[in-house]
């Protein structure tokens, strides 16, 4: 098999003995154990409302949509963000027709403080920023920047399950967090995901618009003895987006384990450090701001001739990855070509090393070594 960049693991027996419990119970819909999940994370973060979905890409969708109907900003209206990421964060802008502004990122893979500034208009409205890799970069500059100028903030926490600032786990400044359980994220169900607004009655709309737009509680509220209960009304044009108790199930056990495996994610970081922080001017490491608890949901290096080494690590049976292409080379985005010069940089000299919890300390060395005669080389 070699070594993986990603391999989720799994508290299995646990897992299937909650996944039993659905299907005991006949219950593997929405409801049951999708609101448990709802409750734990609200308590784990700490904040005030959550929605579990079947991604994050639909909750990245969801934010976008209902601020700009709800705070009624127009079509083309602009939202920064970040050419350095999954594009579901750039397509949440676009499909909501308004337009992705790109700013730019430096070494810690995250927009910069600057850059967002430079790039606000009159037609800003919101921040899109993402924690790449569970880091935070500039967070808390951003939000300032934010408050500073009347912008919403989106924060896609799709990396940062878990990931603590100064202690705390951040978030509650953003208008909306939205967070991803897909099968290789630090806390993994197989899909799914959670949205957390800020706001109790942008929770209450989320919660309609993925479902359909039904409002299921319009009749039984209305209706004392409950005979219409199999009525309800339809508010708006909606989406297939809540999850499902099957995949909150495994959610709730992984939870529990979240803590401890992050612990050990971030020694592999500090093992990978190391080795690789004796060669600054060969090998740049992703830099992790003070305060920041990273989820180190990934570990990016940017190294000259990074597809070369690239193939040195296959031919080690050792597969890492790229996160991410500068999603400006995309034809949808390509009108800021030019914009994000350092983006451009680590489109083509970023790697991400395997991180897993299967690693060991060994597989780390091994990795470490293959990486040390190449730039040596
Ligand atoms: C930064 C970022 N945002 C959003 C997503 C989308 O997550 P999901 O697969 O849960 O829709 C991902 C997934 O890889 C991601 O990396």
Request: hydrophobic residues 35%; negative net charge; aromatic residues 12%.
């Amino acid at each position: 098999m070699g070594i993986q960049l990603f391999k989720a693991k799994y508290e299995v027996d646990e897992c299937l003995a909650e996944i039993r419990e659905c299907l005991e119970v006949g219950w593997t819909g929405m409801g049951f154990k999708t609101v448990k999940f709802e409750e734990a994370w609200k308590e784990y973060t700490g904040l005030p409302f959550a929605h579990y979905l079947n991604s994050s890409t639909i909750g990245l969708y969801m934010a976008v949509d209902i601020m700009k109907e709800q705070y009624g900003w127009e079509d083309d209206d602009e939202i920064i963000t970040t050419p350095i990421t999954f594009v579901s964060s750039n397509h949440a802008i676009l499909k909501s027709h308004m337009k992705p502004v790109f700013a730019d990122v430096d070494e810690t893979m995250c927009m910069t403080a600057e850059s967002v500034k430079e790039r606000i208009t009159d037609k800003t409205r919101a921040v899109m920023y993402v924690g790449l890799g569970g880091n935070l970069g500039h967070y808390e500059e951003i939000v300032k920047i934010c408050e500073e100028n009347d912008l919403k903030l989106i924060l896609d926490a799709a990396h940062m399950a878990g990931t603590r600032l100064n202690g705390e786990i951040p978030g509650k400044e953003a208008e909306v967090v939205v967070y991803s359980f897909q099968a290789v994220k630090n806390l993994p169900t197989a899909d799914s995901g959670m949205i957390c607004f800020k706001r109790g009655e942008f929770d209450e709309i989320v919660r309609k618009k993925c479902w359909l737009g039904i409002n299921k509680d319009t009749y039984s509220r209305s209706s004392d003895s409950g005979n219409y209960k199999w009525r309800y009304d339809v508010e708006y044009v909606g989406d297939k987006g809540h999850g499902n108790s099957v995949m909150a199930a495994i959610g709730l056990v992984q939870l529990k384990y979240l803590d401890r495996d992050n612990a050990y994610r971030r020694q592999l970081v500090n093992w990978y450090r190391e080795r690789l922080s004796k060669y600054p001017d060969k090998i740049k490491l992703v830099r992790i701001e003070e305060g920041c608890e990273s989820a180190c949901h990934l570990f990016q290096i940017c190294v000259d001739k990074r597809d070369e080494l690239m193939m040195a690590l296959n031919a080690a049976e050792i597969y890492p990855g790229v996160h991410y292409a500068n999603n400006i080379n995309y034809r949808m985005y390509d009108y800021a070509k030019g914009t994000c010069p350092y983006a451009d940089y680590v489109s083509e000299h970023t790697l991400s090393l395997p991180m897993n919890l299967y690693l060991t300390y060994d597989d780390v060395q091994k990795i470490c070594d293959v990486v040390e005669k190449f730039i040596n080389k």
